[in-house]
């Protein structure tokens, strides 16, 4: 039964138009996956179907006219604003979600501090809170975005039971490929259904790549064997019209009859290449097949780093509370020049508080972090709602001479950013457009360490790969903070971990953390960090599978390999 048709809908911001053409019915049982670049329009239609945006033409009938519409947006920011605004949840409901999604139960949920919460926690308490309310309809826009492994796996679970429809707006391909069962894609403004799985709209979008890349080529060839053909004509006639136009002699004078002849004859070719490059026009106009778009080649480009001295960074008894909440306690760290390093830890263990301790913008409880003073940090947050909304993107950039200007335009368009978008206040632009704009800040500095915060959430998957390959190739410092276990693990070579309160380095990368095998018969103790590995080793597995299809070599093992490990936690988490 459809609930909810949507039919015409067109949504222009200024002079750039997002929408022009969107049109879906969602089903009591609908399970669809809203996808499209950066930009293209899939938050404004998820904010103009919750009816928080009105739409510029288009209607939406709802049939049920009590619907529950259940909207998780993409910035925990926004969705916990709104929760704290609300008196319709009590803490024990929130709490009662939120413990199924491993969240910390030293939370005040009476009164919690919002300004505390890590993101992966502010989720967390979103998808709680949304999910407590029983909605008939839940958009969820980018829900696995700070989410760990074990709010992951709930919310798959969960989406299983659900009786109501769902609309999934992720970059996340494993994600969908176990949630949904039709893709919508929006190119172009306007909207077009697949049938299946993301994997399923994958194959057929590139069955239909190349049928219309054929028939581009033939259209091609056709026309150029026309054009070709009408050239060599055009050629004679002018000839035929000099020809009949020459003086010459009193014997060629008298072939003037003949001269004649020919300029009737070229007159009439002209007529008849007139006629025929009209009818080839025409046959394009009607029939015309367009050059198939390839998808969008995104290149990230950092200036080498400048060469310092080996040690960048080093803590000494480094701790941090909040209250009576500590986070970490007298730990011991260090980073050199080059050293890539993950910065592991659950949910609320204190990562982002500790890149705030490296920057400077939050204080120590106690301890010492000394940072060179030759070392330039670049930072990319978790939050792009901290950029000035009025301004452009050029504006922010706060460039002023033409040389740097033009640099930075070639960059923005290399990261997926024209002209266009350059111009328009970076209100209007999309999360995954204001994301690459930060990136672009960092990209125009000589840095020699860099800070990144969750950098592939909001970035489609083809900026996501640009960027492994691009801090592959940088020759400064790294340290990220990522739930996406792929990424880190192409990227990492050390490890800056925080756990059971303390922050220690490790010298090896996140690859080697999560294949390590746990031994036989563990202790309560031991039992914990046996946990922890192969919870790390799904991690794992869940990434690699999340950037195959079905068919390929190794993905059923793969499938398997993770089965087998859900059932060891199981059975790990029951002893």
Known sequence: MIIMKIRG?????KEKQILQNAEIDIKQDSRIGL???NGAGKTTLANIISGSLLPDEGFIDTFNKTLNIGYLKQSTEYSIDELKDSNSLSGSDLFQISSQLGLNKDIDWADPDWSKLSGGE????SLASVWASRPDLLILDEPTNHLDLQGVEWLIDELKTFTGAVIIISHDRYF????VKEIIEIEDGSTKLFKGNYTSYRKEKERLYEIQLHHYEIQQKHKQQIEQQMANLKNWSEKAHRDSTKQGSASERRQIGFKE?????????DNQIKSKMKRLNQELEKNEVKAPK????VRFDFQDSRKKGKRIIEASDLSKCFGSRFLFVKSHFYMNHGDRMALLGKNGSGKTTLVKILLGEETASSGEVWVSETTKIGYLSQDVSDLPLHQTALEYTGLTDRESIGRARTIFANIGLPEEKLTVPINNLSLGERTRIKLVMM???????LILDEPTNHLDLASRESLEKTLLNFQGSLLVVSHDVYFQEKI???LLLIDDGKISRKEFGMKEYNTRKPSPDPSCKERAELLMVLQNEINAIIGRLSFMTRDEPGYEQLDKDLSGLLRKKRELENL
């Open 261 to 269: 002849y020919h300029r009737m004859k070229a007159k009439k070719m």
């Open 35 to 37: 996808v499209g670049n």
């Open 294 to 297: 390839e998808e969008a080649k």
């Open 176 to 179: 969908l490929d176990r949630t």
């Open 122 to 125: 502010k989720l967390k308490i």
């Open 9 to 13: 809908i067109q949504k222009s911001f």
């Open 443 to 449: 990209l125009l500095g000589e840095l020699d360490l």
């Open 492 to 494: 990492s070579d050390k």
